[in-house]
């Protein structure tokens, strides 16, 4: 239970503060429980941006796998998997905040951070990569390096979610979403 609330509140500070802004003892205060049992549950601030990370990636990847692994034509597959990603994101602001300040270039391998998130990110991208090739194979997606497509898709993605983070937020999901896709309709696929 106070592992979750601690996620919970540092998730928070996090997005609004920044890690180096975060302190230890504003995520016992934020998570309404003692420095002490904070220690008991994590090591330090790291550990808990670490339990940020593998949680919430963990979360995003399992639905975006599930999504990604049905009997449908990749392309669509991938489209598919594309609006959880946006939906999940977008229904979580503050880790969206968290992963774009904090990752970097979501198209390069991450650098300077733990390695679960760098973990993470080779996971994902192996994941679209592999989905992009049966696309390719199926003749829907141009030939090429579906890990190249893969980092193209997810710059795509950060473009667009940043942009949308510096907007405000106030544009619908399944809008962005439509116009991601679009977007990589045009950059990866044969035909709309």
Known sequence: ???SLIIDAAERLFASGGYEGT???????????SLGTLYSVFDGKSDIYQ?????????????????????????ERLMQGNRVFIRWLTEHPDFLRIHLDNSGAWASNPQEVGEGLVNAWRRGIDLIALVIAEAMR?????????VIAARTMVAIQQ???????????????DDLANRIEE?????????N
Do not use: P
């Not at 983070?165 to 999901?173: R, T």
């Open 159 to 173: 473009v667009h979610m940043s942009a949308w983070v510096e907007a405000g937020m106030k544009s619908d999901a």
């Open 23 to 33: 302190k230890i003892q504003d995520v016992a205060t934020e998570s309404g429980i």
């Open 138 to 146: 199926e003749g829907d997606a141009f030939q090429g390096d579906s």
């Open 1 to 3: 239970m106070y592992r």
């Open 51 to 75: 339990a940020v990370q593998d949680e919430r990636l963990g979360r995003l990847f399992l639905l975006a796998g599930r999504t990604m692994a049905s009997d449908d034509k990749a392309a």
């Open 183 to 191: 977007q990589l309709r045009r950059t990866l696929f044969r035909s």
